[in-house]
């Protein structure tokens, strides 16, 4: 959300909030008393069977929640969310590759994109966001299955019914129930939205929904994160937390199938503020409780989870298809990654043991330098961005897990000679019988002076060919290599090779696969 000394301005160029249909009912005190609980299970019949039968979804918001400091505190709502289900903690983008603010965090958690694609870098996002292109979860469910009911409540109007210029959450959404924090006071504002919600969630098709609290946001700009006011923050959203948890309950107990998802769009400073580099900044998390999860897992900094993975499990748990443009993939989807099976050699920072079949060849290394940079090593976000926080390793956001890096900068920080020329070699993969091949990698290029990355294959164990090569800067990006295969060839081998390199930049890698075609 917006700093204090902004939200004044940004509400002053608001239009005004519009009652949405959905919102009378959520503004009910006490919803538990206001209004009759209605069994999900009345109706009769086939009817009856279908509504316990099809899958529900909860997405529940809370802006601006430092994990570590949550699980310090009396929160029995998030500790049984975690005791049920299984938590990824996940390190955001840092800039110049986007700021670590509401506009952006939101929009990566509910559209499933990158700051690169939906293009809300800020708060201030004013047209040049890209929503319509790269829509929230909420509007693609919407418009796949029109049959499902879509819901969200919030005390942002920027999510939901207003903003510099369009809300993130679209109008197609069946209800959107909006308040305003800022002006209202977010303490009673998050009191008004979890009445909402536990009213809509206690009706009859409460299919897909997301509810938002800002009240931790706005304690951790007051007090800072290492402060008592944020942890009273945090323990008065967990009894919101609670609230619904206690409908999902009730549902479940009646045979109905739920999964929860819960996640952040960005941490706080332990003196307070948001929107930088620092870890505690670019710090978040998923959890999610339903199927696939294992329960009380809790994973460590590095895992090969994204917060982009949110939009396409919410897609998987309702039976709609996943399309293209998303950067996520499901939670609990299988890991493609040769690399993410080293997550445990490198939890000290990074490691030259190549994965079985895979080697580095450094005989054309310059001497000394930063051992733990020498040659291609393998690592993750965290320990990479900790060794140079700037330099634009914040836009690593396409690797996951553990990566393969070449890094000349941090290896010539330490006296040495000569320059950086490392090769990373793939095991062989089969392309017998295809005219062709394509080459799919992430990558994060910045290029420098006379560095230059080469992608090269080799077939049957011939020599190497170079076939792209990388000069200018080519960060956070999806290349698909085309490579065409000589007649008669079996087996084609990769090689990546960061060369020319003088306290230059850097290339980092990941997911590699080779697609036989033709």
Not at 167 to 178: G, L
Request: aromatic residues 6%; negative net charge; proline residues 8%.
């Amino acid at each position: 959300m917006l700093p204090m000394s902004s939200r004044v301005l940004a509400r002053a160029l608001l239009a005004p909030l519009v009652l949405v249909p959905g919102l009378l009912a959520g503004l009910a005190a006490d919803p538990a008393a206001a209004a009759p609980r209605a069994d999900p299970t009345s109706a009769t019949g086939v009817e009856a069977a279908a509504r316990i039968a099809r899958p529900h979804v909860l997405v529940v918001g809370i802006d601006g929640l430092r994990l570590d400091v949550a699980e310090r505190q009396r929160t029995p709502a998030l500790h049984a969310l975690m005791a049920r289900g299984q938590t990824w903690r996940t390190l955001l983008y840092a800039p110049p590759f986007s700021t670590t603010k509401s506009g952006p965090g939101w929009s990566t958690n509910l559209t499933g994109t990158w700051p690169d694609k939906h293009k809300i870098k800020d708060n201030d996002w004013g047209a040049s966001g890209d929503v319509a292109d790269h829509p929230d979860v909420l509007t693609r469910v919407e418009r796949a299955r029109p049959e499902l009911s879509t819901y969200a409540a919030a005390g942002w109007p920027d999510l939901t019914s207003g903003g510099p210029d369009r809300p993130v959450i679209s109008s197609a959404v069946d209800t959107r129930v909006s308040y305003d924090g800022d002006a209202d006071g977010w303490t009673g504002t998050d009191a008004r939205v979890a009445d909402a919600a536990v009213t809509h969630l206690r009706g009859p098709h409460p299919d897909a929904s997301f509810v938002y609290f800002g009240a931790v946001d706005e304690a951790g700009h007051e007090c800072g994160a290492a402060h008592a006011c944020y942890a009273d923050a945090i323990r008065r959203t967990d009894a919101h937390l609670g609230r619904l948890m206690r409908v999902v309950a009730e549902r479940r107990a009646r045979g109905e199938t739920w999964t929860v998802l819960l996640t952040t769009d960005h941490g706080h400073k332990d003196a307070g503020g948001h929107g930088g580099v620092s870890p505690h900044e670019r710090a978040s998390f998923l959890t999610m409780d339903g199927a696939g999860a294992y329960p009380g897992q809790v994973s460590g900094d590095d895992s090969p989870v994204r917060n982009v993975d949110l939009v396409p499990t919410v897609l998987r748990q309702l039976g709609v298809p996943a399309p293209a443009d998303l950067d996520g993939r499901p939670l609990t989807a299988p890991d493609p990654d040769p690399f993410d099976a080293l997550t445990a050699t490198v939890a000290g920072g990074a490691t030259h043991e190549a994965p079985p079949g895979w080697d580095v060849d450094d005989a054309a290394m310059g001497t000394g330098g930063d051992a733990r940079w020498r040659g291609w090593a393998f690592t993750g976000d965290a320990r990479w961005s900790a060794a140079q926080r700037y330099q634009g390793r914040g836009g690593n956001v396409r690797e996951r897990g553990t990566f393969a890096v070449a890094d000349s900068d941090e290896w010539a920080d330490a006296p040495h000679t000569g320059r950086f020329d490392s090769t990373l070699r793939s095991p062989s993969y089969d392309v017998g019988g295809h005219a062709s091949a394509v080459v799919r990698f992430a990558s994060h290029y910045k290029g420098h002076a006379d560095q230059a990355g080469q992608l090269a294959v080799s077939f049957d164990g011939g020599p190497a060919q170079v076939v792209r090569t990388w000069r200018a800067s080519r960060p956070h990006t999806i290349e698909h290599v085309p490579v065409a295969v000589p007649a008669g060839a079996e087996r084609m081998s990769v090689q990546w090779r960061l060369t020319g390199a003088a306290n230059g930049w850097y290339w980092a890698v990941d997911e590699p696969s080779v697609t036989p075609t033709g």
